[in-house]
């Protein structure tokens, strides 16, 4: 994280109330309206147990100033693209839904270092691949191995052309992590 020490903190149904505000606030400060997760589609994220669902906290930061969320790609069948995935009922991939940094914590890695542990953590669930939408072209800068799957112009209004893109977990999440592990 360029100088700074921080950690990744599991987020549970224990532990949802202590995280809520500051994940729908860094909801409301990354996303457009028309691809904002609300409350409840947060809630019941987390409660899946299946979930990936960790915040980033850094050290001597009062409030974490990120978060991810990634769960098997069945349970994101109404998104665009996921249940025409070859992999879709294999229960061998991990879809990020979602990650959002704070404004003034962007450009340091943060982002990628959450994916990697996505990817880390998927790799040691015993899924293959990692698949996520993302604007187009962020998919390389996320880790070369990337593939693009498919394309999707105008995604949900946005104006913008994402891509829905898959890596393998293993190579995703072999990076050297930078953070501590929570």
Request: hydrophobic share 40%; proline share 3%.
């Amino acid at each position: 994280f360029k100088g700074f020490r921080g950690a990744f903190h599991s987020v549970t149904p224990a532990n949802w109330r202590h995280y809520a505000g500051v994940i729908l606030e860094l909801e409301n400060a990354s996303f457009e309206a028309s691809i904002r997760a609300d409350a409840l589609d947060l809630f019941k994220s987390v409660h899946s147990a299946s979930a990936i669902f960790l915040v980033a906290v850094m050290e001597g930061h009062p409030k974490p100033i990120a978060y991810i969320c990634a769960d098997h790609l069945e349970h994101y069948w109404e998104i665009p693209g996921v249940s025409d995935d070859a992999h879709f009922g294999k229960e061998d991939t991990i879809y990020i839904n979602s990650v959002a940094v704070f404004a003034g914590w962007r450009r340091r890695g943060i982002g990628l270092q959450c994916e990697r542990e996505v990817g880390r953590r998927a790799h040691r669930r015993g899924c293959v691949r990692v698949t996520a939408h993302v604007r187009e072209g962020a998919g390389r800068s996320i880790d070369p191995s990337f593939r693009v799957l498919s394309k999707f112009r105008d995604w949900y209004s946005t104006g913008k052309e994402f891509e829905y893109v898959e890596w393998s977990a293993a190579a995703l999440g072999k990076a050297r992590a930078e953070v501590a592990h929570g």
